[in-house]
């Protein structure tokens, strides 16, 4: 081979090292296995504080992320965060952000970044260790991934539920979202409907490494962007919302009941178009709890269940 064939093999050589040497590096996303919490705002936050603990049955602690928030815990990684409402809030919305468990912040930022998500400069951390960042999806909602801290705090299991299943809220474009949530994230399809057969208003996808979900709940216009414009407050609360998780749904309800717990509340429990028990609850600033059952009593409508349901 001549010198110019030698310099040629040198070169090609030269670009398959680069190349896997840049593959090698790629970031990998690392896991994202639970819901962390759901943040919203409060008008009032002893009487928030009162729906949380007396009527949900939570644990109130300090909030590291906000110390004029706080956080009702429903198990020693999940919680309801609730901060003040700003004093010139203008909207009917109450969510703040979404928050999601990984198993190490950093690389998943790292991760976002690679992607060309735009993440912050580095990772928060807390006064209790634990670690976060934000990013904003493609259509504004901020959502929060948190990697718990080394030290949980002590939670006693919660009678009624000790487990957030999912969160939800309000979304336009569904490919869109997908763009962000599956293709990035890798949150996988669980189960969708609405409220006939021909339309999927609520989309649920599981996280990557777990079986907690995110669902959609779709509204109009498509190129939207949050809460449409002459929405009451009740129902971007309605749409906007967490969900707890229980073996049995009338065991809960009559927990509630017996415990005066219900004091406010005008729902009973019922059969949701995925044919799983549910109670909604609805916290002083409209924000909905939905009591649900871990698994369907029948077929549900619009879709099959298409991954494993969560368990206790």
Same mark, same amino acid.
């Given at each position: 081979?001549?010198?110019?064939?030698?310099?040629?093999?040198?070169?090609?050589?030269?670009?398959?090292?680069?190349?896997?040497?840049?593959?090698?590096?790629?970031?990998?996303?690392?896991?994202?296995?639970?819901?962390?919490?759901? +943040?919203?705002?409060?008008?009032?936050?002893?009487?928030?504080? +009162?729906?949380?603990?007396?009527?949900?049955?939570?644990?109130?602690?300090?909030?590291?992320?906000?110390?004029?928030?706080?956080?009702?815990?429903? $198990?020693?990684?999940?919680?309801?965060?609730?901060?003040?409402?700003?004093?010139?809030?203008?909207?009917?919305?109450? @969510?703040?952000?979404?928050?999601?468990?990984?198993?190490?912040?950093?690389?998943?930022?790292?991760?976002?970044?690679?992607?060309?998500? +735009?993440?912050?400069?580095?990772?928060?951390?807390?006064?209790?260790?634990?670690r976060w960042f934000?990013?904003?999806?493609?259509?504004g909602v901020r959502?929060?991934?948190?990697?718990?801290?080394?030290?949980?705090?002590?939670? /006693?299991?919660?009678?009624? $539920? =000790?487990?957030?299943?999912?969160?939800?809220?309000?979304?336009?474009?569904?490919?869109?979202?997908?763009?962000?949530?599956?293709?990035?994230?890798?949150?996988?399809?669980?189960?969708?409907?609405?409220? *006939?057969?021909?339309?999927?208003?609520?989309?649920?996808?599981?996280?990557?490494?777990?079986?907690?979900? @995110?669902?959609?709940?779709?509204?109009?216009?498509?190129?939207?962007?949050?809460?449409?414009?002459?929405? =009451?407050?009740?129902? /971007?609360?309605?749409?906007?919302?967490? $969900? @707890?998780?229980?073996?049995?749904?009338?065991?809960?309800?009559?927990?509630?009941?017996?415990?005066?717990?219900?004091?406010?509340?005008?729902? *009973?429990?019922?059969?949701?178009?995925?044919?799983?028990?549910?109670?909604?609850?609805?916290?002083?600033?409209? *924000?909905? /709890?939905?009591?649900?059952?871990?698994?369907?009593?029948?077929?549900?409508?619009?879709?099959?269940? *298409?991954?494993?349901?969560?368990?206790?």
């Amino acid at each position: 081979m001549g010198a110019i064939g030698m310099r040629a093999l040198a070169y090609a050589l030269t670009i398959l090292a680069s190349c896997g040497v840049a593959q090698a590096a790629a970031p990998a996303r690392p896991p994202i296995v639970s819901v962390s919490h759901l +943040a919203v705002h409060a008008a009032d936050p002893a009487k928030s504080e +009162a729906f949380y603990v007396h009527g949900l049955g939570a644990v109130k602690g300090s909030d590291p992320e906000n110390p004029k928030g706080a956080r009702y815990y429903f $198990s020693p990684t999940q919680f309801v965060e609730v901060l003040p409402l700003p004093p010139d809030a203008l909207s009917v919305d109450r @969510l703040d952000h979404a928050a999601f468990n990984t198993a190490d912040a950093e690389a998943l930022r790292l991760y976002l970044a690679s992607k060309g998500v +735009a993440v912050p400069g580095r990772v928060e951390t807390g006064a209790d260790g634990g670690r976060w960042f934000d990013v904003v999806d493609p259509e504004g909602v901020r959502i929060q991934f948190v990697q718990p801290p080394a030290t949980l705090p002590a939670i /006693a299991v919660n009678p009624l $539920s =000790s487990r957030i299943i999912h969160v939800g809220f309000i979304v336009h474009d569904r490919a869109k979202q997908d763009a962000f949530y599956r293709q990035v994230l890798g949150f996988r399809p669980y189960w969708f409907g609405g409220m *006939t057969d021909e339309a999927a208003s609520w989309v649920s996808l599981q996280v990557p490494d777990g079986s907690d979900w @995110l669902e959609y709940m779709i509204v109009a216009p498509p190129d939207g962007r949050g809460t449409p414009p002459g929405m =009451s407050q009740a129902t /971007a609360g309605m749409l906007d919302h967490f $969900s @707890l998780g229980v073996p049995d749904t009338r065991l809960a309800y009559t927990l509630l009941w017996n415990g005066d717990r219900l004091r406010g509340q005008a729902e *009973t429990p019922k059969i949701g178009r995925d044919a799983k028990w549910q109670l909604n609850l609805y916290d002083p600033d409209g *924000t909905r /709890a939905e009591i649900m059952e871990f698994q369907a009593i029948g077929k549900p409508c619009c879709s099959p269940f *298409t991954a494993a349901d969560p368990k206790p």
